[in-house]
Each structure stands twice: as structure tokens, then as C-alpha cells.
């Protein structure tokens, strides 16, 4: 059974760090396409970041030069690591695989930034 498994959420303070996870049991992780999305309170669910399988990467204006994804094929996870956070970012954070005619949800983690 495919599952995808977001961790690494948490309450940090403004400025501060975190790094997420998404780590995936799925056959063939390499060649899927893996993004990140994050919804608020109220608010439409929306895309932050991706990367191909190629390591090719986006992000929305909002997270470019704080947010950085990357992926280990080894271990079949994505990361997401996210630096001078503001409180703008909460939500909750959750990561998608798409390929071979596939796409896989994870549960979603909860990212909560005070000021």
C-alpha cells in the first residue's frame, strides 16, 4: 500500500527553522514528481514547492529564498527546509507524489509560527 508520510511540523517561533519530511513507500520514487503544499485556517490548499525527478525545483514568490526542497532517492524522501519562517506560514504542510498515472497524498503535518 502507497503512503506517503509527512513529519518534522511543529510550533517555532518567528525567524526560526524547520525542516520537513516526506518520506514515501512507493515503488519506483525516483522518477515521480514530489510537491509540497500548505493549507491555512480558512484558506485554499496551495502549491509551495516542487521538485521533478530530474531535481528540477519551484516555489511560490512567498517561500523563494527561505524555503528550499530537495530529495534522497535512497531513502525515498523529499525535504522541505524552511528558514526565517514568518507567521504567514502556518498551516498545515502536506506533500504529493505524482507518476506513472498515480498521485499519492500524504496526511499532512502542522506547521505553527508565533510572533
Request: aromatic fraction near 12%.
Amino acid at each position: 500500500q502507497v503512503q506517503l508520510v509527512e513529519s518534522g511540523g511543529g510550533l517555532v517561533q518567528s525567524g526560526g527553522s524547520l525542516r520537513l519530511s516526506c518520506a514515501a513507500s512507493i515503488r519506483f520514487f525516483s522518477i515521480y514528481s514530489i510537491y509540497w503544499y500548505r493549507q491555512a485556517q480558512g484558506k485554499q490548499r496551495e502549491l509551495v514547492a516542487s521538485i521533478s525527478s530530474g531535481g528540477s525545483t519551484t516555489y511560490v514568490d512567498a517561500v523563494k529564498d527561505r524555503f528550499t526542497i530537495s530529495r534522497d532517492n535512497a531513502k525515498n524522501t523529499v525535504y522541505l527546509q524552511m528558514n526565517s519562517l514568518k507567521p504567514e506560514d502556518t498551516a498545515v504542510y502536506y506533500c504529493k507524489a505524482i507518476g506513472l498515472g498515480y498521485n499519492y497524498w500524504g496526511q499532512g503535518t502542522q506547521v505553527t509560527v508565533s510572533s
